[in-house]
């Protein structure tokens, strides 16, 4: 009988159950027999990204750095195209996700920047080279970056590009992210605002159409 076991870099299953701590891992062996191109930066930004909200930091940060030092070092074009190719747009995006997760103003800040940056290259890439998953991820970042800096008017901008887009374009993870979002716009640091209750049922309002069975499209690879 053929192995049925994921390959060496299926986190995927994995990171979407909430075990960071195992999703890290087929990208920290797969980044000890990496070549050339891209793929380190994959790895690597998938290893960050795991351990970042498996609630460790500084193992997230190590490997948010030797993502940036694997993109210095690709030299011409990425030889590994398709499924392999990981542009810095996407880079970008994992960083956001990582740096707020990691949490403190500083990291904040920076994810807030990095995940601006993603949209802006996606935004200037061709359409084959946008991802739709991308640029939600990355506004839900800006948006959940506003919302601990005590901004509601950011979030309330950053969330805007989502909540008016089709909910038939919405993967599992995304409702997930608007939900949790929801939820801390309920907290009592807002003191029952109108302007965060308004966004809470907006929220609320966008998953229940989402998670209609269906609105929702397949989680695809990232």
């Given at each position: 009988m053929a192995d049925q076991s994921p390959g060496p870099f299926d986190h995927r299953?994995?990171?979407?159950?909430?075990?960071?701590?195992?999703?890290?891992?087929?990208?920290?062996?797969?980044?000890?027999?990496?070549?050339?191109?891209?793929?380190?930066?994959?790895?690597?930004?998938?290893?960050?990204?795991?351990?970042?909200?498996?609630?460790?930091?500084?193992?997230?940060?190590?490997a948010l750095s030797d993502a940036e030092r694997s993109r210095e070092a690709i030299s011409g074009r990425d030889e590994a195209l398709g499924v392999f190719d990981f542009p810095a747009?996407?880079?970008f995006a994992y960083a956001g996700t990582t740096l707020l997760a990691v949490g403190g103003q500083e990291h904040v800040h920076?994810?807030?920047?990095?995940?601006?940056?993603a949209i802006r290259l996606y935004r200037n890439a061709d359409g084959d080279d946008q991802s739709v998953g991308d640029l939600f991820a990355a506004h839900l970042d800006i948006a959940g970056g506003h919302l601990l800096l005590g901004d509601l008017d950011g979030t309330e901008k950053m969330l805007g590009f989502v909540l008016q887009s089709s909910p038939e374009r919405m993967s599992?993870?995304?409702?997930?992210?608007?939900?949790?979002?929801?939820?801390?716009?309920?907290?009592?640091?807002?003191?029952?605002?109108?302007?965060a209750g308004h966004l809470r049922d907006r929220l609320q309002h966008t998953v229940v159409r989402a998670s209609l069975p269906a609105a929702r499209p397949p989680e695809l690879p990232t």
């Open positions: 299953p994995a990171y979407w159950t909430g075990q960071y701590e195992r999703a890290a891992q087929p990208a920290q062996v797969g980044r000890q027999h990496r070549e050339g191109g891209s793929i380190g930066v994959r790895l690597a930004s998938l290893e960050a990204r795991a351990l970042a909200i498996g609630g460790d930091s500084a193992g997230a940060l190590a747009a996407k880079q920076r994810a807030i920047v990095s995940a601006e940056t599992a993870s995304i409702v997930r992210r608007l939900t949790v979002l929801g939820r801390e716009l309920g907290g009592p640091q807002y003191g029952g605002a109108a302007q």
